[in-house]
Each structure stands twice: as structure tokens, then as C-alpha cells.
């Protein structure tokens, strides 16, 4: 661990309750309110005001942890599908860009229903329909947002046949003039119909993007609780890519949000000489296993069950215990010898230093083996050191690329505002 004395860098704060966890409502007060009205994860193309009578009902029943799962997402349907009909409705007419907004709207809505992980029936469903309405939206914009489903060709048996992606390049690009592709790794709660937010700005720089989801989340067709299975997987998107006349396989960089940061340090160490950089923001290597971390969790920062979310993605289920008890064994980048490999692509780690979903101490860790590593910490700011993390990141990647472009007009496509 970073601390001295074999302790966490938050270890002062690792024994405090935050105060989301009280009730839905002091977590709708505390911690959503404010990003739902900016338009921000994670109600990206969704607006305060489609919550507001959702939050009122969950206050009138006093939705609290732990949470029914079922009963929550119910709490979402009606308003998510109030949305979809106006929707359809502005679709019917002719109003494309209404329309458009409205899907986007409509799936916010079931996108909350379904967070933080689909684990129950009603949240699989709204899993469904917030794919449904996102894609439906994305298609309508002027320059519309592709899925494509890429084949799974390192696959092993019990895994899926294709990797489902979000796609996008820029209209100039072609054989002839190949433009760069930042690869966005999601997280544990964000997946393609969300992290697509990122999607225009890169695309007003010049530069393509795939957004594709990490194993055991979304709709990822890797084992979850295999730890050889993203190596198969990256290893199918990248000669996918390779066969894209449109992109130039010397310029491809993965940009990996949280949970997927432990995914993007593993691949800068497997596949190191198929891309030009490696950006993990707020991952984790080895201490995110931990069970004197995970035993914490529960409580901190994370808007709900963090421990028993990501024993969900990592294929156990509802048996946390196991999860703790296996994890670090298993899954440690640490202790499976990653770390120490001295081959690694050129990786960025950025963090914020208080975070208290992966621990920071994680990233020291990263530092002080195998190859030299870049790294940036936010001093004071939680997970994944946002916004200024972003900034850091960007100027980062157009370096890499070697392309001219400003941050802050890119950050700028960010946030939704609604027009209807």
C-alpha cells in the first residue's frame, strides 16, 4: 500500500459512511442531483427534470439499501416509456432532431433503472430498452453512431460470437488517408450507450472511436471469471480494426474508464506492440482486491453496492464472499506477473489520489514494477480525478497522435442540454 505503516492512502476515511448511502433520496441530493442538471455521468443525454417525479416517488415509499431490485427499476419504467412515446411520435412526424433527443432521453431514464449492473429481471429489460432507444437516437443524429458487431475470432468455447461496439469515423477518412482511433474501454456501470457520449468530439478532431464493453458487463462476450479472456478479446477487436481501410492501425490509443482501467494495464503488457498508447483513468491492479478493501467499499464513495457489483461482473453472482475470498489470487495483476513484465506499451495512469473506489495505491504499485510507466495523479479529488483528469488526458492523446485540437471545445460536446 502507498501509506506508510501498511495502510491505504484514505485509510482516515475508509471506516466513514457516505451520506448517499442513507436513502435514495439523500443519494438523489447529494451526489445526482447536481450531475443530472449538468447533463453528466451518469445521465449522459439525459436531463434533472425526467427524474424529478421518478425521485419523488422513491421518496414516497422511501427506497433505501438495500435495494429490491425489481422494485427499483419498476420505479423508472413508467417515465422511460413516457419518453419513448414522444419519441416516436416526433419520429412519426418528421422531427428527427426531436426525436433524436427524445431516445437519448428515454434511454437515460432506463439506463438508471438498470444501474448499477442488470442483475434482476425488470433491470435486464431496461438494459434492453436503454440499448433499443440509445442506438435509435445516435442513428438519427446528423452524423449517426454505428453499431457494429465484430467477430469474436479468438473466442473460446462458452464465449460469445461477437464483440458489439459503438463505431464511428470521421467522413473524411478512407484508405487513402487513414485518420487515428481511440479504442474507449467501459466501466463497471457505464457501458457503450453511455461512454458514446465521447463519440462527436473525436469526431470533430478528425479521430474515429469504438466504444466496447469490458468482460461481464453490457454485452461483452468474454468470460467474465476467466482471466486469459480479455486478451482474446482485445486481441479479436484489434484485427478487426487492422482490416479498417478507413483507420490507421499505427495511431490506435485505448482510452479505459475506471473498471476498465485494470483491463487497459493488462493489455498494455499483452498486446504492446499493437497499439501507440494506453490511458487507464482511476483502475486498479492488485489492492482493488484486497479484502480489507472490499470489505469497505459498500459504504464509500460508490452510489451503491460497490464489493457485491463487482462480484457480479467478475462472474460470481450474489457470492460475494467467494469473490473476496478468490479474487486477489485470480485476478491480481500483481500476482499473475503482469506488472513485472518489462515489455509494456506506453501507458498513462491517472487518478484521482482520494479515491475510494480502486484504491491510488494501486498505481504506486504499477510504478515500481516492470517498465517505466507515465503517471498523473489529481491531488484531493476522488475517483478518476474528474474534470481535470479529462483535460490532462486529452492534450496527452493529441500529443500522441500529433494533431492540433483544444480541450475545452472538446469538452464543451460533453454535456447534454436539452432543446425540447
Given at each position: 500500500?502507498?501509506a506508510?505503516?501498511g ?17 435514495f433520496?439523500?443519494?438523489w441530493e447529494?451526489?445526482w442531483?447536481?450531475?443530472?442538471t ?7 443525454f439525459?436531463t ?18 438495500p435495494?429490491d431490485w ?10 422511460a ?7 416516436e ?6 422531427e ?5 433527443e427524445?431516445?437519448g432521453?428515454s434511454s ?9 449492473a442488470?442483475?434482476s429481471?425488470?433491470q ?10 440509445s ?6 443524429r446528423?452524423?449517426?453512431?454505428q453499431?457494429?458487431?465484430v ?6 468455447e462458452?464465449?460469445?460470437d461477437v ?10 477518412a ?7 482511433v481511440?479504442?474507449?474501454?467501459t466501466?463497471?456501470?457505464g ?8 463519440q462527436e468530439g473525436?469526431?470533430r478532431n ?5 466504444v ?5 458487463t453490457?454485452?461483452?462476450?468474454a468470460?467474465?471469471?476467466d482471466p ?12 478487426w480494426?487492422?482490416?479498417?481501410e478507413?483507420?490507421d492501425n ?21 498486446h ?7 490511458v487507464?483513468l ?5 489492492h482493488?482486491f484486497d ?5 469497505e467499499?459498500?459504504?464509500l464513495e ?8 463487482l462480484a457480479y461482473?467478475?462472474g460470481?453472482g ?9 479474487a ?5 495483476l500483481l500476482k499473475?506477473?503482469t506488472?513485472d ?8 495512469l491517472v ?9 491510488i ?6 510504478l515500481?514494477?516492470?517498465a517505466?510507466?507515465?503517471a ?11 474534470p ?10 493529441y500529443k500522441?497522435f500529433?494533431?492540433?485540437?483544444n ?5 464543451s460536446?460533453?454535456?447534454f442540454?436539452?432543446?425540447y
Amino acid at each position: 500500500m502507498a501509506a506508510p505503516n501498511g495502510e491505504f492512502f484514505i485509510q482516515k476515511n475508509i471506516k466513514k459512511t457516505a451520506a448517499h448511502h442513507e436513502s435514495f433520496k439523500q443519494l438523489w441530493e447529494t451526489k445526482w442531483r447536481m450531475p443530472a442538471t449538468m447533463g453528466v455521468y451518469p445521465f449522459m443525454f439525459g436531463t434533472a427534470k425526467d427524474f424529478e417525479p421518478i425521485v419523488e416517488e422513491m421518496e414516497r415509499v422511501d427506497m433505501r439499501e438495500p435495494y429490491d431490485w425489481d422494485a427499483y427499476a419498476e420505479m423508472f419504467r413508467p417515465q422511460a416509456q413516457k419518453l419513448a412515446r414522444i419519441a416516436e411520435e416526433a419520429e412519426a412526424a418528421g422531427e428527427t432532431e426531436k426525436a433524436s433527443e427524445y431516445y437519448g432521453r428515454s434511454s437515460a431514464v432506463w439506463r438508471i433503472s438498470r444501474f448499477p449492473a442488470p442483475r434482476s429481471p425488470k433491470q435486464k429489460h431496461a438494459w434492453e430498452m436503454s440499448k433499443k432507444y440509445s442506438l435509435k437516437g445516435l442513428s438519427l443524429r446528423e452524423y449517426p453512431i454505428q453499431e457494429i458487431l465484430v467477430p469474436h475470432t479468438h473466442k473460446e468455447e462458452g464465449e460469445g460470437d461477437v464483440i458489439p461496439i459503438y463505431y464511428q469515423l470521421p467522413s473524411e477518412a478512407s484508405k487513402e488517408s487513414p485518420v487515428p482511433v481511440v479504442i474507449i474501454f467501459t466501466g463497471l456501470d457505464g457501458y457503450r450507450t453511455e461512454l458514446a457520449v465521447w463519440q462527436e468530439g473525436w469526431r470533430r478532431n478528425n479521430v474515429g472511436t469504438v466504444v466496447v464493453e469490458i468482460p461481464g458487463t453490457g454485452d461483452s462476450p468474454a468470460a467474465a471469471n476467466d482471466p486469459l479472456s480479455p486478451d482474446r478479446l482485445w486481441s479479436s477487436l484489434l484485427d478487426w480494426l487492422d482490416a479498417q481501410e478507413g483507420v490507421d492501425n499505427k495511431k490506435l490509443c485505448v482510452w479505459a474508464f475506471s473498471t476498465g482501467g485494470y483491463y487497459a494495464i493488462r493489455l498494455a503488457h499483452t498486446h504492446p506492440d499493437r497499439l501507440a498508447g494506453v490511458v487507464a483513468l482511476g483502475g486498479g491492479t492488485h489492492h482493488m482486491f484486497d479484502r480489507a478493501w472490499l470489505d469497505e467499499v459498500n459504504h464509500l464513495e460508490y452510489p451503491f453496492d460497490l464489493a457485491n457489483t463487482l462480484a457480479y461482473k467478475w462472474g460470481y453472482g450474489d457470492d460475494v464472499e467467494k469473490f473476496k475470498q478468490e479474487a486477489s489470487d485470480k485476478f491480481s495483476l500483481l500476482k499473475d506477473g503482469t506488472l513485472d513484465k518489462h515489455v509494456c506499451a506506453r501507458l498513462l495512469l491517472v487518478n484521482g489520489t482520494e479515491d475510494e473506489i480502486f484504491p491510488i495505491d494501486d498505481y504506486y504499485l504499477a510504478l515500481q514494477h516492470g517498465a517505466p510507466k507515465e503517471a498523473r495523479f489529481v491531488p484531493g479529488i476522488k475517483h478518476m480525478g474528474e474534470p481535470e483528469s479529462f483535460f490532462i488526458i486529452l492534450k496527452w492523446i493529441y500529443k500522441l497522435f500529433g494533431i492540433e485540437a483544444n480541450p475545452g471545445a472538446q469538452m464543451s460536446t460533453m454535456p447534454f442540454r436539452p432543446k425540447y
